[in-house]
């Protein structure tokens, strides 16, 4: 038996090839889910001790977020050495361990993996700007100035400024699209990609079950280097700070989103296949996210699953808006698979954003539990977490910094987990957490929610639960998403179970016909509405419809 099949779930051993097709993925931002050793740090000892807790949610994955050895200039997405754990994290020996604790729970494990560029401590880096012909000259994107000096063309950093650092040991600029300290790797050099296959191989071979693919759509660049197009301003609609920064007054034809991308993912997919694993990409791209994850997800040797950011966005996804939404993802990813979230690392906390009532809360937990696709929950939006004021003397996230006060950053979306209110720290940590626990935050704890039946949490667990019991909702077909008013509504299919699915996305009751046929009511512990007799149904304020086709017509 190999390293991967020891430590597989039974579940994985039984060869579910669709094992990810309606998951539910948990996301761990490990520096703020669990301290074990009072460093103020989370790690992955923290990690071990809190999945009892994750697995009671019935989720099917965690995806813990970068923990690999980096200076942590951007925590963890800048990579100094892919095959280790930074100590601040623990060992390879704790990873170990949460594989061996997560599968023995009937939890896969999904890791962040940071392709598209490094950190400029990586030993890779050092290497190649020490000369222009050395073996590793070529790994980074390097290029010479104009013959004024300047860049070699107009690509801008997500970060601000130019993606171009000048380099006084090359004289040449290297590319960068976030940090000058992340350079990216080029990827039309051969052996670029033969070592990152290597690095996604030495982690499954430790036994993870699949990845989470960071900016997947930046691994190329265009190889003539040419000028990225304006953007008009009506188009730019960028989810993170897209009125502050200069990044969203380009179109980027030529800095990422490149069609060479693809062979590399069939090349990454067919590393995956002998372990049984799967992977969700982030594409970030505000115009043609959509259109990349039917790109990138579409026929069996390309990636499972990404995610778009239409969800991410500041737009509440009103019955309108997720009806459009779903559409464009049947037009431009029909044959693809969407990865939903509401909240992450880098956006404002989905309650906060959107200005959620509790009602509006549960609604939406149950609507993205019963949309085609997986799901993706970050770590305590099923706490009901608002996003935490972080006053700028505590603020450590660089982007933040750079566009402080119009844009206040990151960290306040990656505050410490609470745990309990019995300390200050929330149960998070014995010593200084490195962010500030909101106190905000401390009634809603895992401590105090878990006693009381009618909390976000238990709500969470039951709309979960009513995932995994049907189907049609994991792997199963829509017949559209339409809206009548205020209320979202589609008909979930799977073999011979087909489901109802209303929801009224307002603080107005709504009115709405079921299809013709014999429905029976379901989901009452999440809340759904009466069916009467002649299949009227009537709808509260933020409350769902869920009704199972009884009489066997489709």
């Excluded at 954003?353 to 009602?359: E, K, Q, V, Y």
């Excluded at 976000?456 to 792997?475: D, E, G, P, T, V």
Aim: net charge negative; aromatic share 12%.
């Amino acid at each position: 038996m190999s390293l991967a099949e020891a430590h597989a779930p039974a579940s994985a051993q039984a060869a579910d090839r669709d094992w990810w097709r309606g998951a539910v993925i948990y996301q761990i931002y490990p520096r703020s889910y669990q301290d074990s050793n009072g460093d103020g740090v989370g790690d992955l000892l923290g990690i071990v001790q809190r999945l009892p807790y994750i697995a009671s949610l019935g989720v099917d994955a965690i995806w813990i977020s970068p923990f690999f050895t980096s200076p942590m200039k951007d925590f963890g997405y800048d990579v100094s050495d892919y095959c280790d754990v930074d100590p601040m994290f623990g060992s390879l020996a704790d990873f170990d361990a949460v594989v061996e604790t997560a599968h023995r729970l009937g939890l896969r494990v999904m890791i962040d993996l940071v392709l598209s560029h490094t950190s400029d401590q990586h030993p890779w880096f050092a290497e190649s700007r020490a000369s222009r012909d050395n073996a590793r000259a070529n790994w980074y994107v390097w290029a010479d100035p104009k013959p004024d000096g300047t860049p070699p063309n107009n690509w801008l950093s997500i970060f601000g400024g130019s993606a171009w650092q000048w380099d006084a040991r090359r004289e040449q600029y290297f590319l960068h699209n976030f940090l000058d300290s992340q350079p990216d790797l080029n990827f039309h050099h051969p052996a670029v990609q033969d070592e990152l296959l290597g690095v996604a191989k030495f982690w499954l071979n430790r036994g993870v079950d699949g990845f989470r693919l960071d900016t997947i759509n930046f691994y190329f660049h265009d190889a003539h280097l040419r000028d990225n197009p304006p953007l008009a301003p009506e188009r730019r609609n960028a989810t993170i700070a897209p009125s502050v920064n200069p990044y969203n007054h380009q179109e980027h034809l030529y800095s990422k989103n490149r069609p060479e991308n693809l062979e590399f993912l069939r090349r990454l997919r067919a590393v995956m296949d002998p372990f049984n694993a799967a992977a969700v990409g982030e594409v970030g791209d505000a115009q043609r996210g959509l259109e990349i994850m039917g790109e990138y997800t579409a026929g069996d040797d390309l990636m499972q699953m990404c995610y778009a950011f239409e969800f991410l966005s500041r737009d509440l996804p009103v019955a309108a808006r997720v009806a459009e939404v779903m559409d464009r993802v049947d037009h431009a990813a029909a044959d693809g698979w969407a990865c939903w979230a509401f909240s992450n690392h880098d956006v404002v906390r989905h309650t906060t954003r959107w200005h959620l009532t509790p009602a509006a809360q549960r609604l939406l937990c149950t609507l993205m539990m019963c949309l085609r696709g997986s799901v993706c929950l970050y770590q305590g939006e099923e706490l009901g977490l608002p996003e935490a004021d972080v006053s700028f003397d505590d603020l450590q996230d660089p982007y933040g910094i750079e566009f402080w006060p119009e844009y206040k950053g990151r960290d306040g979306c990656r505050t410490p987990m609470v745990w309990e209110e019995s300390n200050r720290n929330g149960g998070f940590s014995q010593g200084r957490p490195w962010l500030p626990v909101s106190s905000e935050h401390l009634h809603l704890s895992v401590a105090r929610q878990e006693n009381d039946p009618t909390t976000i949490l238990h709500h969470y667990r039951r709309a979960i639960s009513f995932r995994r019991n049907h189907k049609a909702l994991m792997k199963g077909v829509h017949d559209g998403v339409k809206h009548l008013g205020d209320v979202v509504y589609f008909t979930r299919c799977h073999e011979d179970q087909e489901i109802f699915c209303a929801f009224n996305v307002s603080n107005s009751p709504s009115d709405l016909s079921l299809p013709e046929g014999e429905w029976l009511p379901i989901g009452a512990e999440l809340g759904s509405a009466h069916v009467s007799a002649d299949g009227q149904l009537h709808l509260g304020p933020w409350q769902t419809c869920l009704a199972l086709r009884c009489d066997g017509k489709r």
